[in-house]
Structure formats: structure tokens, C-alpha cells
């Protein structure tokens, strides 16, 4: 078989286009489809690993598909794309076993990262996918590698509403996240998913360490409160940390 079609099923004319070729940007195989009942009928329904589907579609919608494809015992890796998000819709597919519900419009970076992640699904290595929130896009660009290069999966936003419509919270094994930042900063993405119930490890970053931060970000449940610059074996020694008080905690989400 040959490995890493990504197939995209959208009744948007415009969208399948745009998005299948921004798929083969990245490197990849891509086959486009205006609707769930052409791509069950086509040749590259076994050849797929990833499908990004739209949710609400004429026909069979993406969630039928994807109730459909689990029946058939098919084990593609499913990424759905709506611009019509709804809790229900959302927790319907990620119960389902959805790699990520992403809002449109969504930024490349966003989709890359999903993608990998879902290729990385069909390996049975979705584990330990670690999330980096920062304004600072070169600081996003350096530690994002630096996670990469000690071995982990990482996805980086630029601000912590893009991380919470991101799709991969579920994915989170380990957030890194910076303190200060426009809109909701990290303190305040912390409060978030206490409230609605995800105990995700977080390692704040800062180049602005003052103490009232510190302490309130510790004993909110935080691993770590690391100033910047900081070594790469500090963050890889809290990385693990992390991980290890991730799988002795049971997270609720």
C-alpha cells in the first residue's frame, strides 16, 4: 500500500481545492473528494491514512462517514473541518476517535501539525504530544525544535485561544505555556482548563519571573515555573516530569 495519502472530502469547490494543494505543499499526497459517497466509491479509499473531512455536507455527512468507516473496521485517522463548530458535533467525533475538530478558517501551521499528528496515529505513537503556547513566534519556532529534537511530538500556537480551537487539547500530554501574552495570558489558560475540567501538566515559561506569578501559577498545580533563557536539559528534565505526573494523575478529559 502505498503510504501517506491524505484524501480530503469537502462539497466546497473552493475549499477542496485550496486545501489539497496546500496538502501537497507540505509534501504529501493528497486526493480530493465533493462528497462522502464519492470517496467510499473511489480506488483510494484503502490507500488513505489520514481523511479531513467537513462535518456538515450534502448526502452523508462527516460524522455518518465516520460512523461508517469504524463499521467497514477501517482504522484511518480522521481530521473533521467545519465552519459551523458545535459542542455536540465536536464531542460526537472526538469520543469517535477524531484526531482533532478544527474550526475554518485554520492557519497552515495548524493543519501540518494535525496531520502529523494523525500520521503519527497510524504508527500507535500519538502518545505525548507536547503543546507550546508563546506570542514570540521565534520562540515558538526554537523550542517546538527543540521538543522535536529530544524526541517528542510538538504543536505550537500563538496564543491560547488558538491552542484552545486547535483540536489537539485532547491530544496534550505536557503544555508549555509563556505568562505573559496578549489576550488570554497563561495564568488565565490555566483558570480555563481547571474550569472545564482538563488536568494537562503545564510548564510555565518567562522572561518576566516575579514572584506573585510564581506562586500563584505553583500552587494552581503547575510542574514548573522556568525564567528564560533556560538549558535544554532543564526543560527536557521537566518535560519528563511532567509526563510522569500526567500518567499518575488520570486526567478527566
Known sequence: MLR???SVVDDD?????????????????????ESAEAFLKSDQLHETSCLIVDVRMPGMSGLQLQS?????????????MTAYDDKASRQRALQAGAVAFLGKPFTDEILLQTIRLALRGQLGVRNNLISLVDD???IRRTTRLLIESLGFQAAAFESAE????????????CLIVD???PGMNGLQLQ?????????IPIIFVTAYDNKESRQQALQAGAVAF????FSDELLLQTIRAALQHDEGSGRTK
Open 136 to 138: 514570540d513566534e521565534s
Open 191 to 199: 483558570s480555563h482548563l481547571a474550569t472545564v475540567g482538563y488536568k
Open 4 to 6: 501517506n495519502l491524505i
Open 13 to 33: 469547490a473552493s475549499v477542496l481545492r485550496t486545501t489539497t494543494l496546500l496538502i501537497e505543499s507540505f509534501g504529501f499526497r493528497a486526493a480530493g473528494f
Open 162 to 173: 488558538t491552542f484552545l480551537k486547535s483540536g489537539l487539547l485532547q491530544e496534550t500530554s
Open 226 to 229: 522556568l525564567g528564560k533563557p
Open 179 to 181: 505568562v505573559q501574552m
Open 68 to 80: 461508517h468507516l469504524a463499521t467497514m473496521g477501517s482504522k484511518i485517522s480522521i481530521i473533521f
